[in-house]
C-alpha cells in the first residue's frame, strides 16, 4: 500500500484516499472554527501548555470554567479532541476556558494550573475536586481530579490539576507522623518565598519533618503526595541508616536505602 500522504508532482494523476481526505476535513474544520470561536482567545496560532482546541459534542452549550469528560477525538483524528457532559467520576477531566456552543469547538484545559473552575458547593483551599456525573461542576464528592488552591466564591475558585503532567516544589507546613492522612503543605516560589497552601499525604513509612521540601506527586487514586527531596538524618545522630520499604518495620532481605550524614 502507498504512502498516503505523499506528494505529487506536476501532471501526476491526483487520487486521495478517503481516509486522507477526511483528515485535512478534520484539519480545515478545527482551523476555522479556532478563527471564529467564542470568547477570548490567545494570540497567534500557538496555544498556552496543557491547553487545547476541542469539539463541544455535548448536545448543550457549555459556559466558561465547566467541567468537561473528553469523548474522543473527531473523525478519527488523535489530534483533535471532542468532550462532553461528565457521566462518570472516571471520566477524563477538562476545563473550558470559553463559553463553547454545541457543536463549536473551542479552547480547553486537559492538565496544568491554575484555572478557575466552577465548583458546587462548599469548597475550601486544599480539598481535592472531581467530576459529577450529569454537570458541568467540579465537587468535593467526585474522584480525585483537582486540587482547590482557593475557597468556594459564588461558586468559582482557582484549581490545579491533579495529574503527573507537571512538578512543583512543595515545603511541609508540620510533621507528617501519619500514613494515608492530609498535612498542610505550601508550594514553593523560585524566589524561595511560600506560596498557597494546600495539602499532601507522605508516603507510607516514610517520616517527614516540618520544613521538609519535597515535590508533589499523586498515587492511583490521584491523592496529592509529598516526596521528599532528600532524606535528612536528625542533628544529634552523626550517622543514621534508613529503611525505606512498603513496610518499614518488615523490611524484605537485601532491599533497603541507607542514608549515612557524617
Same mark, same amino acid.
Given at each position: 500500500?502507498?504512502?498516503?500522504?505523499?506528494?505529487?508532482?506536476?501532471?501526476?494523476?491526483?487520487?486521495?484516499?478517503?481516509?486522507?481526505?477526511?483528515? +485535512?476535513?478534520?484539519?480545515?474544520?478545527?482551523?476555522?472554527?479556532? %478563527?471564529?470561536? +467564542?470568547?477570548? %482567545?490567545?494570540?497567534?496560532?500557538? #496555544?498556552?501548555?496543557?491547553?487545547?482546541?476541542?469539539?463541544?459534542?455535548?448536545?448543550?452549550?457549555?459556559?466558561?470554567?465547566?467541567? #468537561?469528560?473528553?469523548?474522543?477525538?473527531?473523525?478519527?483524528?488523535?489530534? @483533535? #479532541?471532542?468532550?462532553?457532559?461528565?457521566?462518570?467520576?472516571?471520566?477524563? *477531566?477538562?476545563?473550558?476556558?470559553? *463559553?463553547?456552543?454545541?457543536?463549536?469547538?473551542?479552547?480547553?484545559?486537559?492538565?496544568?494550573?491554575?484555572?478557575?473552575?466552577?465548583?458546587?458547593?462548599?469548597?475550601?483551599?486544599?480539598?481535592?475536586?472531581?467530576?459529577?456525573?450529569?454537570?458541568?461542576?467540579?465537587?468535593?464528592?467526585?474522584?480525585?481530579?483537582?486540587?482547590?488552591?482557593?475557597?468556594?466564591?459564588?461558586?468559582?475558585?482557582?484549581?490545579? $490539576?491533579?495529574?503527573?503532567?507537571?512538578?512543583?516544589?512543595? @515545603?511541609?507546613?508540620?510533621?507528617?507522623?501519619?500514613?494515608?492522612?492530609?498535612?498542610?503543605?505550601?508550594?514553593?516560589?523560585?524566589?524561595?518565598?511560600?506560596?498557597?497552601? @494546600?495539602?499532601?499525604?507522605?508516603?507510607?513509612?516514610?517520616?517527614?519533618?516540618?520544613?521538609?521540601?519535597? $515535590? &508533589?506527586?499523586?498515587?492511583?487514586?490521584?491523592?496529592?503526595? +509529598?516526596? *521528599?527531596?532528600?532524606?535528612?538524618?536528625?542533628?544529634?545522630?552523626?550517622?543514621? &541508616?534508613?529503611?525505606?520499604?512498603?513496610?518499614?518495620?518488615? *523490611?524484605?532481605?537485601?532491599?533497603?536505602?541507607?542514608?549515612?550524614?557524617?
Amino acid at each position: 500500500m502507498g504512502d498516503e500522504m505523499k506528494k505529487v508532482q506536476p501532471g501526476d494523476p491526483l487520487r486521495i484516499p478517503a481516509p486522507t481526505y477526511n483528515r +485535512f476535513i478534520d484539519v480545515a474544520r478545527a482551523h476555522q472554527e479556532k %478563527g471564529t470561536r +467564542f470568547g477570548k %482567545g490567545l494570540p497567534g496560532d500557538d #496555544l498556552a501548555a496543557n491547553t487545547t482546541i476541542a469539539l463541544n459534542n455535548s448536545g448543550e452549550d457549555v459556559a466558561r470554567y465547566s467541567a #468537561l469528560a473528553i469523548s474522543g477525538h473527531v473523525g478519527g483524528n488523535i489530534e @483533535i #479532541l471532542s468532550f462532553t457532559k461528565p457521566a462518570a467520576d472516571t471520566d477524563v *477531566p477538562a476545563v473550558a476556558l470559553e *463559553p463553547i456552543p454545541n457543536g463549536k469547538y473551542g479552547l480547553i484545559a486537559v492538565a496544568g494550573g491554575p484555572y478557575k473552575v466552577l465548583v458546587d458547593g462548599s469548597v475550601s483551599a486544599g480539598d481535592d475536586l472531581g467530576l459529577v456525573a450529569g454537570t458541568w461542576t467540579f465537587s468535593t464528592a467526585g474522584r480525585i481530579s483537582l486540587q482547590s488552591l482557593t475557597d468556594d466564591s459564588a461558586g468559582e475558585c482557582y484549581a490545579r $490539576f491533579q495529574t503527573p503532567g507537571h512538578s512543583s516544589m512543595i @515545603i511541609a507546613q508540620a510533621d507528617m507522623v501519619t500514613d494515608d492522612t492530609p498535612y498542610n503543605v505550601k508550594y514553593l516560589e523560585a524566589d524561595g518565598t511560600e506560596g498557597t497552601q @494546600i495539602t499532601a499525604r507522605r508516603p507510607n513509612g516514610i517520616y517527614v519533618s516540618n520544613g521538609d521540601v519535597g $515535590f &508533589m506527586g499523586w498515587d492511583s487514586s490521584g491523592h496529592s503526595m +509529598f516526596l *521528599p527531596a532528600n532524606m535528612r538524618a536528625a542533628n544529634e545522630m552523626p550517622s543514621v &541508616m534508613q529503611v525505606v520499604t512498603s513496610d518499614p518495620s518488615s *523490611p524484605v532481605a537485601g532491599q533497603f536505602w541507607f542514608n549515612e550524614n557524617g
